[in-house]
């Protein structure tokens, strides 16, 4: 199986919705553990990387597409 890849700001979709109804969330920080940020209500939630990558589907927007060209 394929590892995921995922970088700082990126707009990922988790498998379970946020309570507040939104499924994509933004990924603000990274190490051991992992913040991230519902787009929806901006609540963040810090969980362990490897949780993250079990309960990650796919990355919806990368960090670096959002950048304007210069």
């Known amino acids: 199986m394929e590892r995921k ?8 979709q ?3 919705p946020h309570p507040c109804g939104s499924n994509e969330m933004e990924i ?4 051991m553990d ?5 787009v929806g209500c901006q ?3 810090l ?3 490897a ?14 597409t959002n950048d304007e060209n210069p």
Do not use: W
């Not at 890849?5 to 990922?12: A, H, N, S, Y």
């Not at 949780?51 to 670096?64: G, I, Q, S, Y």
């Open 51 to 64: 949780k993250f990558e079990k309960n990650m589907k796919k990355v919806l927007r990368h960090a670096n």
């Open 43 to 45: 609540h963040s939630v």
């Open 5 to 12: 890849t995922f970088e700082l700001g990126d707009i990922v």
């Open 34 to 38: 992992i913040r991230i940020k519902c």
């Open 28 to 31: 603000i920080r990274m190490g």
């Open 14 to 16: 988790m498998k379970k």
């Open 47 to 49: 969980i362990p990387r």
